[in-house]
């Protein structure tokens, strides 16, 4: 704490801890407080099962606004055209089940996303949402408008109390606990948590979701104890005894699709993977401080940013063949969605490069439909915005040093894509339980 000694010089006094007063400027204008932020905000959603749809309840945990007078709203209504559902936002925190709504506000770009892919399937329900820190207005306009996206336009949502959302008219349950172990995810019917906070990646500190009655967990990002799973690569792995869960990362999963085919048909020796990244909400607006990563800290709309990503060593966990044979690295660039991943490898087994085009080209219309794609017109980022695929082979843009070292590119939505496999992989889950 700074302090006036009476005249225009100032001391530096013992910092008091507290609460981020909205008033720094306390009582005095010689005395200026800066009191420790609470950052710890959370979400919740419960969910329902009855016999002709799966049900699947999710909440969204966001990193804290620092913001001094953010508004401790709790509750928040949204109606479907055809279903109801319930949705939880936790700052830190996400819930979804498969009929789920998702605002924008507190919640973060996954967490809105998994609950659009939700509401739009029949499969799965929604049915509770948690937010302690914003209104329920402030959340369905969140929900309702996105920037890369567009308008949601597949049914209408109201708030209908602070304490429930309408999806056409079907209600959901909204809590506003803070603590994630707290949020009565049995009581709304949640059988299924979405931990998108990206601060709850390892096994114990997801558990929590499980003490408030929620049956399963999804990480929405890499983990370093839980087992991950990438829906149309591993996913068949999963066993009803594993209550925690990883989706691993969209890069991971673009990869991973994509190193599954070659591997299988020619056999990697060996490989590096660099990815061309979008802007993600951890980036900043304008340069800032990042002690851990000073690249980081840099504006994302003004350079290209090389970093880290764990992606190509978590295709080690997938596929454990590939374990110890796969690095890379990433470069985030000024756009606001869709990445691309390049995969150079060197083969064991000769193949052409139209031998290896037409492997995926086959693998895309059978065994991977729907999960990996194969394109040959000349594309840019722009084309794949809401693609659900996670990977899509660009056939063009790929090239050949010979016959056992070969270049690959292959596109993928971040945001769409990564959310469709999240809702993919919580329906695996429950049929594999039922």
Same mark, same amino acid.
Request: charge should be positive; include cysteine; proline fraction near 4%.
């Given at each position: 704490?700074?302090?006036?000694?009476?005249?225009? $010089?100032?001391?530096?006094?013992?910092?008091?801890?507290?609460?981020?007063?909205?008033?720094?400027?306390?009582?005095?204008?010689?005395?200026?407080?800066?009191?420790?932020?609470?950052?710890?905000?959370?979400?919740? $959603?419960?969910?329902?099962?009855?016999?002709?749809?799966?049900?699947?309840?999710? $909440?969204?945990?966001?990193?804290? !606004?620092?913001?001094?007078?953010?508004?401790?709203?709790?509750?928040?209504?949204?109606?479907?055209? /055809?279903?109801?559902?319930?949705?939880?936002?936790?700052?830190?925190? /996400?819930?979804?089940?498969?009929?789920?709504?998702?605002?924008?506000?507190?919640?973060?770009?996954?967490?809105?996303?998994?609950?659009?892919?939700?509401?739009?399937?029949?499969?799965?329900?929604?049915?509770?949402?948690?937010?302690?820190?914003?209104?329920?207005?402030?959340?369905?306009?969140?929900?309702?408008?996105?920037?890369?996206?567009?308008?949601?336009?597949?049914?209408?949502?109201?708030?209908?109390?602070?304490?429930?959302?309408?999806?056409?008219?079907?209600?959901?349950?909204?809590?506003?606990?803070?603590?994630?172990?707290?949020?009565?995810?049995?009581?709304?019917?949640?059988?299924?948590?979405?931990?998108?906070?990206?601060?709850?990646?390892?096994?114990?500190?997801?558990?929590?979701?499980?003490?408030?009655?929620?049956?399963?967990?999804?990480?929405?990002?890499? /983990?370093? !104890?839980?087992?991950?799973?990438?829906?149309?690569?591993?996913?068949?792995?999963?066993?009803?005894?594993?209550?925690?869960?990883?989706?691993?990362?969209?890069?991971?999963?673009?990869?991973?699709?994509?190193?599954?085919?070659?591997?299988?048909?020619?056999?990697?020796?060996?490989?590096?993977?660099?990815?061309?990244?979008?802007?993600?909400?951890?980036?900043?607006?304008?340069?800032?401080?990042?002690?851990?990563? #000073?690249?980081?800290?840099?504006?994302?709309?003004?350079?290209?940013?090389?970093?880290?990503?764990?992606?190509?060593?978590?295709?080690?966990?997938?596929?454990?063949?590939?374990?110890?044979?796969?690095?890379?690295?990433?470069?985030?660039?000024?756009?606001?969605?869709?990445?691309?991943?390049?995969?150079?490898?060197?083969?064991?087994?000769?193949?052409?490069?139209?031998?290896?085009?037409?492997?995926?080209?086959?693998?895309?219309?059978?065994?991977?439909?729907?999960?990996?794609?194969?394109?040959?017109?000349?594309?840019?980022?722009? !084309?794949?915005?809401?693609?659900?695929?996670?990977?899509?082979?660009?056939?063009?843009?790929?090239?050949?040093?010979?016959?056992?070292?070969?270049?690959?590119?292959? #596109?993928?939505?971040?945001? #769409?894509?990564?959310?469709?496999?999240?809702?993919?992989?919580?329906?695996?889950?429950?049929?594999?339980?039922?």
């Amino acid at each position: 704490m700074l302090q006036s000694n009476g005249r225009k $010089a100032w001391k530096v006094v013992p910092r008091q801890e507290g609460v981020v007063n909205s008033n720094l400027f306390a009582q005095s204008p010689r005395k200026l407080r800066l009191m420790k932020a609470d950052i710890s905000k959370q979400q919740r $959603a419960p969910a329902v099962h009855d016999q002709n749809s799966l049900l699947i309840g999710a $909440a969204i945990f966001e990193p804290p !606004d620092i913001t001094p007078n953010s508004p401790p709203s709790r509750t928040l209504k949204l109606p479907l055209s /055809s279903r109801d559902v319930q949705y939880t936002s936790l700052l830190n925190h /996400s819930k979804v089940k498969t009929n789920f709504r998702q605002h924008k506000s507190r919640f973060g770009r996954i967490g809105r996303l998994v609950a659009r892919i939700a509401l739009r399937r029949d499969d799965v329900e929604l049915v509770a949402v948690n937010d302690p820190f914003i209104t329920t207005d402030y959340m369905t306009y969140m929900f309702k408008y996105d920037t890369v996206h567009g308008h949601w336009k597949h049914s209408e949502l109201k708030v209908k109390d602070e304490k429930t959302l309408l999806f056409g008219e079907k209600a959901v349950t909204v809590f506003g606990v803070r603590n994630p172990e707290e949020i009565p995810w049995a009581q709304a019917g949640a059988e299924f948590v979405v931990e998108s906070t990206g601060a709850f990646t390892d096994k114990g500190k997801a558990a929590a979701h499980l003490k408030g009655g929620a049956k399963k967990v999804v990480i929405t990002a890499v /983990s370093k !104890d839980a087992p991950m799973f990438v829906v149309g690569v591993n996913e068949k792995q999963y066993t009803p005894d594993l209550d925690i869960v990883s989706n691993a990362s969209c890069t991971t999963n673009c990869l991973a699709t994509l190193a599954k085919v070659i591997h299988e048909r020619f056999g990697i020796v060996e490989g590096l993977m660099s990815t061309v990244h979008a802007i993600t909400a951890t980036q900043k607006t304008v340069d800032g401080p990042s002690k851990k990563d #000073w690249r980081g800290g840099r504006a994302a709309s003004f350079n290209i940013i090389p970093s880290s990503t764990g992606a190509a060593k978590a295709v080690g966990k997938v596929l454990p063949e590939l374990d110890g044979k796969l690095t890379g690295m990433s470069f985030r660039v000024p756009t606001a969605d869709v990445s691309v991943v390049d995969l150079t490898v060197r083969l064991e087994k000769k193949a052409t490069y139209e031998d290896i085009k037409s492997a995926i080209k086959e693998e895309s219309e059978t065994n991977l439909k729907g999960i990996l794609g194969y394109i040959e017109d000349d594309v840019v980022s722009t !084309d794949f915005i809401g693609d659900s695929r996670s990977s899509i082979f660009d056939a063009k843009a790929g090239i050949a040093l010979n016959d056992n070292f070969v270049k690959i590119v292959s #596109w993928y939505d971040n945001e #769409w894509g990564y959310s469709a496999r999240v809702i993919d992989l919580i329906a695996h889950m429950a049929k594999t339980r039922a």
